[in-house]
């Protein structure tokens, strides 16, 4: 019995110009800006239908713990591109170094997240308060899940699946860099979320 060879791993598919893992990351991708541009639209009108009652973020919210977290989102998303960018010049243990910083700083981002979380639990502050805090803990509680499952495929791309870059590197490179855009997307994301609910 012959096994089926799965085409456009490694090159690009002729009608869509990329391989089949880019295209279907992108489709993912757009997949959840649909998920978030809802949650952004429930946030838009919460806020106006509220008029002047709307709590102020930044005097809720502890803006510069979420001002420590954009930096290091935005640090892991230059980690991630370097850690791409080793695989294209045959660097492999650079590419280590640079992914396992990457996995460090989105585990930083989940240690700060947790202690400001842990804050608002000590005084009490739950989702059920009023609704300004339901569509907080809504988008940046989702927001984590991504992060989380960004980290788990990193990790997995760090360890075990590292071996396939020994057996088949531009396929290996493909999945770094559908596992970079994701990555990308949810640093995209939090950089939206940072000023719309923490300083507006």
Partial sequence: MSEAVIKHIADPHPV???TNSKLGIWCFI?????LFGGLFSTYILLRTGAGADWPIGSDLLNVPLATLNTMILI?????MVMAWAS???????????YMTLTVLL???F?????FEYGMKFEHHIYPSKNNFYAIYFVMTGLHVLHVIGGLVVNLYLLL???KLWHKAPEQFMGRIEAAGLYWHFVDLVWIFLFPTLYLL
Avoid: D, Q, R
Wanted: proline share 3%; charged share 15%; aromatic share 6%.
């Fill in 87 to 97: 695989l294209t010049i045959n660097k492999f243990g650079a590419y280590k170094k």
């Fill in 30 to 34: 757009a997949s959840e800006v649909m």
């Fill in 75 to 79: 640090t892991s998303s230059i980690t």
């Fill in 106 to 108: 989105g585990v930083a």
């Fill in 16 to 18: 869509t110009g990329v």
């Fill in 160 to 162: 075990p699946g590292s």
């Fill in 110 to 114: 989940l240690i700060v997240k947790s």
